[in-house]
């Protein structure tokens, strides 16, 4: 098997889905056994797609290959071009996805060559009853975390509040600042109302946080040459007083926004429900 395979993910799953999103655009299929660069494959001819939307020169994304030379590897001006995974392989000029085949070329849906750095801020809190007790699972006999979950525009999915690191921007700032635009809908309150919740996520999230991963995504966006990795850290409010009460509303790409209980049914989307049972572990609450 591939070295650079991170031990956490079987082969690409979610990176060979045969439709590639918010396109008609279908992937070569790539078997299980060739999905690693290190497997010989001489025929292998993978679809070339970038979205329109990259195409169009918004300001999150890259040129095109070949009309700039990015310095892959290390920070390219205050764009961050290095990965978690160590150093990735750079041929003819285009940067190869650490954890193999993908069976599509181009950037799709993605902004950079190489990695899209994302930020993702599981925000918890004891499930409380009326008495301001902690509930417990009827089964695991254990504490019930609720976590502050977005259900995305875009697929419908329920998912952690995150989204892409801005070049030169501290990962720590990023995680405030998605927080707030994605589930508190920050951009829509009184300046006054603004600033107040701004200290509470401020104090919240300048409290240590719990690093639960860090690295690679096995994402339906990532391409041969351009994929998500992702910092997830958990704030945890503790005694309930900090983020329990601040009135979520949706923002930016969020549908809806509520406190949800974090179990093993969940269907999330990406990989955040093996971020959340890490959390569950990590806090010795029911999963």
């Known amino acids: 098997s591939d070295q650079t395979m991170p031990s956490l993910a079987a082969p690409h ?3 060979r889905c045969q439709e590639y999103p918010g396109s008609k655009v279908k992937r ?3 078997p299980d056994d060739k999905v690693g660069w290190s497997r010989r494959w001489p025929e292998y001819r993978p679809v070339g797609y970038t979205a329109p939307s990259v195409l169009n020169k918004p300001v999150w994304a890259d040129p095109d290959i070949g009309s700039f030379s990015p310095k892959f590897n290390t920070l390219d001006g205050a764009v961050d071009r290095t990965s978690f995974e160590g150093c990735y392989k750079v041929e003819n000029g285009m940067p190869l996805n650490p954890c193999g085949r993908t069976g599509l070329t181009g950037r799709g849906l993605l902004g950079r060559w190489g990695p899209n750095h994302a930020a993702d801020p599981i925000v918890t809190r004891w499930k409380e009853d009326s008495k301001k007790g902690k509930v417990l699972h009827p089964v695991s006999k254990r504490p019930i975390l609720q976590f502050v979950s ?3 525009k875009d697929c419908g999915q329920w998912a952690i509040p995150g989204g892409m690191v801005d ?3 501290q ?3 990023t995680l405030q600042r998605e927080f707030s635009e994605e589930a508190l809908n920050s951009l829509a309150v009184s300046a006054a109302e ?3 919740i701004h200290e509470r996520i401020k104090k919240l999230f300048n409290s240590t946080g719990f690093q639960v991963f860090k690295g690679y995504v096995d994402d339906p966006r990532n391409t041969d040459n351009a994929w998500m990795e992702t910092v997830a850290v ?3 409010d503790e005694s309930g007083n900090s983020v329990s009460e601040l009135p979520l509303q949706a923002g930016d790409d969020a549908g809806q926004v509520q406190w949800v209980d974090v179990d093993s049914s969940l269907s999330l989307y990406a990989s955040h429900s093996s971020f959340l ?3 569950a572990k990590e806090r010795k609450a029911h999963w």
């Open 13 to 15: 799953v979610k990176a």
């Open 28 to 30: 070569l299929l790539v």
């Open 277 to 279: 049972e890490l959390v």
């Open 234 to 236: 958990n704030f945890h």
């Open 167 to 169: 070049p030169g921007e």
């Open 150 to 152: 977005i259900k995305r």
């Open 171 to 173: 990962v720590s700032l």
């Open 194 to 196: 603004r600033a107040k």
